[in-house]
Nanobody, 125 residues
């Protein structure tokens, strides 16, 4: 699975940006896709994820009500619409995909995580 992220940039506080992440390769085995963000010296944190093939999704509390995750199955792409941005949202945003592979021995399925290149979002005050 290969992921290509885009859409970062510089925006003023209160503004909006939309991130995109397109998947290629073994896309039919992808279970979920999502966005994480990471600042220097801090752990990567979940922003939002969406299930591929169902309506299940999750948006982290710090961005709930401001950020929306969606997907376009025809384009194998997910989006993160970010509204009412504030300087605390400044970060490198990473696209993530989890590939789910059945266990041929009948046990628990295998999950493999993939990351796209980060895209920098800078929010000025």
């Amino acid at each position: 699975v290969q992921l290509q992220a885009s859409g970062g940039g510089l925006v003023q506080a209160g503004g909006s940006l939309r991130l995109s992440c397109s998947a290629s390769g073994s896309i039919y085995s992808i279970g979920t896709m999502g966005w994480y963000r990471q600042n220097p010296g801090k752990q990567r944190e979940l922003v939002a994820y969406i299930s591929i093939g169902s309506s299940r999704m999750k948006v982290a509390d710090p961005v709930k009500g401001r950020f929306t995750i969606s997907r376009d199955d025809a384009k194998n792409t997910i989006y993160l619409q970010m509204n009412n941005l504030n300087p605390e949202d400044t970060s490198v945003y990473y696209c993530n995909a989890v590939e789910v592979v059945p266990n041929p021995n009948g046990g628990s399925q295998y999950e493999y995580g993939y990351w796209g290149q980060g895209t920098l979002v800078t929010v000025s005050s």
